[in-house]
């Protein structure tokens, strides 16, 4: 059964960083899948933060520009999300979401959505 796992949260101060992973359960065209991070604080709505679809063009919210980057690794069936340069303001749970942009699959359009890695930037 696919599914996508986020992994590499944890706790860090101001301005350091870490690098979040989003891992297909099972073996898939990885480069099929638009992948998205969403960071939800307390008590606040799940926002997008990243996204990078099939040609690879990422786009970030204005509060991440230059600090966060996605990418993928199709070879490992991964998607990353590295933080740099971090935040209190950064602080939430991330969730990883892929949609199959291929219509010739019977997944296309289908929202996978992980179940959330904790990240905590604080002094």
């Known amino acids: 059964q696919l599914e996508f796992v986020e992994s590499g949260g944890g706790s860090v101060q101001p301005g350091g960083s870490l690098r979040l992973s989003c891992a297909a359960s099972v073996g898939v065209i990885f480069s099929n899948y638009i992948i998205s991070w969403y960071r939800q604080a307390p008590g606040l709505e799940r926002d997008l933060v990243a996204t990078l679809p099939k040609g690879d063009k990422a786009e970030y919210s204005d509060s991440v520009k230059g600090r966060f980057t996605i990418s993928r690794d199709v070879i490992k069936n991964a998607a990353y999300l590295q933080m740099n340069n971090l935040e209190p303001e950064d602080t939430g749970v991330y969730y990883c979401?892929?949609?199959?942009?291929?219509?010739?699959?019977?997944?296309?359009?289908?929202?996978?959505w992980g179940q959330g890695t904790q990240v905590t930037v604080s002094s």
């Open positions: 979401k892929a949609v199959q942009s291929s219509p010739t699959y019977t997944d296309y359009g289908r929202p996978y």
